[in-house]
């Protein structure tokens, strides 16, 4: 089993910036990757990107790319996603996860919500 604590989301005005953690405890060994999603009203979960905890390769999708930044910390086990340039469409609760089969986004964190405001 693995746990995922999150943290730092809120309000933040349009052009700022937010990072957010996702503290992993529990079984975290061997090779796996954390990704984070998030989810806006009334639409379904979208990836963002995704760390590979052994090495820090990283992948983002069209969203995130150029304004996110997925980052880890091996001795705290959090993986970090600094948000700039915030606009009001990025309002949303965010996700973190964790896979070790490349099918299947088995853990959870809780979620945090991020609000944008113009």
């Known amino acids: 089993q693995v746990q995922l604590v999150q943290s730092g989301g809120g309000l933040v005005q349009a052009g700022g910036s937010l990072r957010l953690s996702c503290a992993a405890s529990g079984r975290t060994v061997g090779n796996f990757d954390v990704g984070w999603f998030r989810q806006a009203p009334g639409k379904g979960r979208y990836f963002l990107g995704s760390?590979?905890?052994?090495?820090?390769?990283?992948v983002y999708t069209d969203v995130g790319k150029g304004r996110f930044t997925i980052s880890r910390d091996t001795a705290k086990s959090t993986v970090f996603l600094k948000m700039n340039n915030l606009e009001p469409e990025d309002t949303a609760v965010y996700y973190c996860?964790?896979?070790?089969?490349?099918?299947?986004?088995?853990?959870w964190g809780q979620g945090t919500q991020v609000t944008v405001f113009s």
């Open positions: 996860a964790v896979r070790y089969d490349p099918d299947n986004w088995n853990y």
């Open positions: 760390i590979t905890w052994t090495d820090g390769t990283t």
